[in-house]
């Protein structure tokens, strides 16, 4: 076999492997119960930007959309308003990376990219609760309360993976 | 915890700072916008000198204040503002009927009462009557 | 690493600065009206001392020039309606009474601050004033053509003394002006740069509200709402004269304590009438005194008034609604509700 054949077998086997435990994060998510509906931590989301960090962003893409079918799948949500959430917040997030992924590494750490892409995550969340799930303004009074959780979960998350892309480079 | 705070420091670069106010920005307009915090629109009831209370003009309810010569009701309805009872002689902040704009007063100038709204902007600084 | 420092230290101090609030503001209920004190840019403490200071004066003018309370203008109208004489150790008295003389004069005898007995036979020597007749027309002619004035009033040596009993002096159109300019000496004495005075709402602005000009409301008469707006420079004044603050309704009419002097009846036929003045030592005064006789003189005769008085912005409103506004006021007033421009006519 040649080199780029074994690197592309590389690449799938590393996609499998995070996309598995990305998948894993989010069903230990689903059933932690949480005390505002709706505001989670996102914990898979470190599994997505920790592949961005190490690897590249298309197999961050991967890995990201894999995990939202799998799950979906595995607990049964698969096609419903969940599933449609999930896959918004992962949409608008992965927009937002490719927007912003010339940002100059020198200037911007991981705290950026995640907090932009936490804020994408839940502004395509809530584009879908608006327009389908509860379709009237009401629902503008909560807004405030998912942005500072995203901003919260954002800032932890980078801390998080910071520490783990720190500790898998030292392998 | 602590930790965490100093790794944060350790990560984070200059352009992150930018980002992190923004955010700051963007949740403190979001709550004044949409929560009508002290900087939206709201009542303010002042006994003589001192602001008595403050309430949020987003209810419907029947406050009873204490006043110098006794007791008085407010009604607070979505929005609109009024005396429903003083027990001054004239009755004219009664007849003032609802108020519902920031800026706008009543005053029940026996009773030592005041209810006026409150905007996030004031046009001017004093009313001349 | 030094530049994150820098950073963090500028966000706190950015959050610090902006809840730092320097403007001082104080209320209170005195001559049977609101005060409301602005001061800025004032430590918390020297503002709380300066606007305690003035509100301690004003208390102070509240007892000695009462109308209808035990006072010294009580005492003295004691004396007159018994035709004795009155000793008074008082200077500053002499002098309030000397100088209302004098705008008695300069304003035709429409501010004139003797006509107490008809003020009284309205019923507006009370906190609760609630006529529901007219006053009796005999009492009112017989009051009337006594001919009260303050120019029978004689000062000598200490002396008070009045030729006619039916005088009785109310300072209320001239007070709470007098207030003002005593506010202004304590605002220089105690060094204060920047304040805005409300007096029942006449209100002196003293220096401006950080770098912009203190800006002031004109209160609609008939609703609760502003009608314009208009910027205070340093060290004017504003004052209204309005139909809609004391009055009492007999038949669904309305009269105001705004009583004509020579027919001893309120003025009707004007709903209010507003004067600025420029900065001088009794511009608080004559803002209260001179927007009397502006309110109570007939329409034709309103603009000739103004100009005796030297008053060149000016704002009435007739009963009509129609609105006479002077052309200097018409430059900087910035209208609020939607006024039918048609009302005004500008002079």
Redesign the interface.
């Known amino acids: 076999m040649t080199l780029s054949t074994i690197n592309i077998i590389n690449r799938d086997h590393q996609i499998a492997k995070l996309s598995a435990i990305a998948v894993a994060l989010s069903l230990i998510e689903f059933f932690l119960p949480s005390p505002i509906p709706g505001v989670k931590p996102g914990i898979a989301n470190i599994i997505i930007l920790y592949t961005i960090f190490k690897f590249d962003l298309r197999m961050g893409i991967w890995v990201s959309l894999i995990r939202v079918f799998v799950t979906s799948i595995l607990l049964g949500t698969f096609l419903s308003p969940t599933f449609f959430l999930s896959l918004s917040g992962a949409l608008f997030s992965l927009f937002s990376l490719i927007i912003f992924r010339n940002l100059n590494s020198k200037y911007f750490s991981i705290i950026s990219f995640s907090l932009i892409t936490s804020l994408a995550h839940i502004a395509g969340q809530f584009i879908i609760v608006r327009l389908w799930i509860i379709p009237h303004n009401g629902i503008f009074y909560l807004l405030p309360i998912f942005i500072i959780s995203a901003f919260i979960f954002g800032l932890v998350n980078a801390l998080v993976t910071s520490k783990l892309l720190q500790l898998n480079s030292k392998k | 915890m602590i930790k965490k705070i100093l790794q944060f420091f350790k990560v984070i670069k200059s352009g992150d700072w930018l980002i992190i106010i923004l955010f700051c920005g963007l949740i403190i307009f979001s709550t004044k916008f949409l929560w009508n915090l002290p900087q939206g629109e709201y009542l303010e009831i002042y006994k003589r000198n001192e602001i008595l209370a403050t309430y949020s003009l987003n209810q419907k309810i029947t406050k009873i204040i204490n006043g110098a010569k006794g007791e008085t009701k407010i009604n607070i309805d979505n929005g609109k503002v009024r005396f429903s009872s003083a027990p001054c002689a004239k009755k004219y902040c009664i007849h003032q009927g609802w108020i519902n704009k920031a800026n706008q007063t009543i005053i029940c100038i026996p009773n030592q009462i005041s209810i006026s709204i409150v905007g996030a902007k004031r046009k001017y600084d004093s009313i001349n009557y | ?1 030094r ?2 420092n820098l ?2 230290y500028i ?1 706190i101090g950015f959050l610090i600065g902006c809840s730092d609030n320097k403007l001082h503001h ?4 005195i001559f ?3 005060i ?1 004190i ?1 001061i800025y840019g004032e430590s918390k403490i020297n503002a709380e001392k300066v606007s305690d200071e003035i509100f301690t004066e004003f208390h102070r003018l509240h007892k000695l020039l009462h109308p209808w309370e035990k006072s010294l203008i009580t005492d003295i109208n004691n004396a007159i309606s018994k035709n004795k004489s009155i000793s008074i150790n008082n200077d500053e008295i002499i002098k309030i009474l000397t100088d209302v003389q004098r705008l008695e004069t300069q304003t035709q005898n429409l501010f004139n601050p003797s006509i107490g007995k008809l003020i009284k036979l309205w019923g507006f020597h009370s ?4 006529r529901k007749i007219i006053p009796n027309e005999e009492i009112i002619q017989k009051l009337v053509s006594s001919n009260p004035s303050m120019q029978s009033i004689i000062i000598k040596n200490g002396i008070l003394k009045s030729n006619n009993k039916n005088v009785q002096i109310d300072l209320g159109g001239y007070a709470k002006g007098y207030a003002l300019d005593q506010a202004k000496k304590i605002l220089k004495n105690n060094n204060v740069k920047n304040a ?1 005075i ?1 007096i ?4 002196l602005a003293f220096g401006k ?1 950080d770098e912009r000009d ?6 609609n008469p008939r609703k ?3 009608l314009a ?1 208009i910027a205070l420079k340093p060290g004017w004044a ?3 004269s ?1 139909d ?2 004391r009055y009492i309704m007999v038949d669904n009419k309305r009269f105001s304590h705004l009583i004509n002097p020579k027919t001893g009846y309120p003025e009707r036929k004007t709903q209010s009438a ?1 004067i600025l003045l420029p900065p001088s030592e009794d511009s608080g005064t004559l803002s209260d005194v001179f927007s009397k006789p502006l309110f109570i003189i007939s329409k034709k005769n309103k603009v000739n008034m103004a100009t005796l008085l030297n008053i060149n912005y000016f704002l009435i409103i007739m009963d009509d609604d129609s609105i006479l506004l002077s052309k200097s006021l018409n430059k900087e007033i910035n209208w ?1 509700d939607d006024i039918d421009k048609k009302n005004i006519t500008i002079f």
Do not use: A, F, R, S
Not at chain 3, 26 to 29: A, F, R
Not at chain 3, 200 to 203: A, D, L, R
């Open positions: 690493m530049l994150n950073l963090i966000l104080g209320k209170d209920y049977g009206t609101l409301d602005k906190n609760d004033y609630n805005l409300n029942g709402g006449n209100i509200y203190w800006v002031v409301g004109i209160q609760p709402n502003i707006t504003i004052g209204t309005g809609y603050q507003t609020e």
